[in-house]
């Protein structure tokens, strides 16, 4: 199984909602991403976590609150986001820390903020 | 300030002939590079790599360039197939210097028309 999982597919939420999007992966990875990609853009880095420890915040702003409750298992809470908050979420998994060529992306979350 | 350019928006290439997509860098410290195809709705698939010990590296079709000097690299896809028509990201990190987050470039879109 070399899948990563995202869901929701899609999200429209408010700038008062609370939501949260999570991400799967069942290879045994120990290192997982979080991007954002906005229309045109290439994706930039949010978050990496390492053996379920945060190892890098890109300096993201607080309404971002991600979560890692196991080795398998990626979420990103929202709360009180902004209209250009909207973007392409990608989660995406590899081996170990670092850009070895062996992420493997997830098909993203497509938000909306409103 | 894009570290990582690919200028060309698009590329049209007919079947069986070469495609040549193009990247540039600016940063002196990157040392890794990496080649990442997007069909819509899918997320970014890892296609090939170099290190910047290297100037050519090969995987069947794919073949990627490195000129250091030039702060340049490129993806040559021989032949080209219709199942080639993506969204072709390049990255670069600098994994010399501890981990480094990947920066993508903007993306090619390729269309290999039969």
């Known amino acids: 199984d070399t899948e990563v999982t995202q869901t929701p597919k899609h999200l429209v939420m408010g700038m008062t909602n609370k939501k949260s999007l999570k991400c799967e992966q069942h290879m045994g990875h120990r290192a997982m991403y979080w991007y954002k990609q906005k229309a045109k853009k290439p994706p930039e880095l949010m978050f990496v976590y390492s053996y379920e420890k945060l190892s890098i915040n890109e300096s993201v702003p607080s309404r971002f609150s991600p979560e890692c409750p196991n080795s398998s298992l990626l979420n990103l809470h929202l709360h009180a986001l902004q209209p250009e908050d909207s973007a392409l979420y990608l989660c995406?998994?590899?081996?170990?820390?670092?850009?070895?060529?062996?992420?493997?992306f997830g098909p993203g979350t497509r938000l909306t903020v409103t | 300030d894009q570290q990582v350019k690919q200028n060309s928006p698009s590329l049209s290439v007919q079947e069986g002939r070469i495609s040549i997509l193009n990247c540039d860098y600016t940063n002196s410290m990157f040392d890794y590079f990496l080649w990442y195809k997007k069909y819509p709705a899918e997320g970014p698939t890892f296609l090939i790599s170099?290190?910047?010990?290297?100037d050519k590296n090969e995987d069947g079709r794919f073949t990627v360039f490195l000129n250091k000097s030039a702060k340049h690299l490129s993806l040559h896809i021989v032949p080209s197939q219709p199942g080639d028509s993506a969204v072709y990201f390049c990255a670069a990190s600098a994994r010399g210097t501890g981990f480094q987050k990947l920066v993508f470039g903007t993306g090619t879109r390729l269309l290999v028309s039969p």
């Open positions: 170099i290190s910047s010990i290297k």
């Open positions: 995406a998994s590899s081996a170990k820390q670092g850009p070895t060529g062996g992420e493997y």
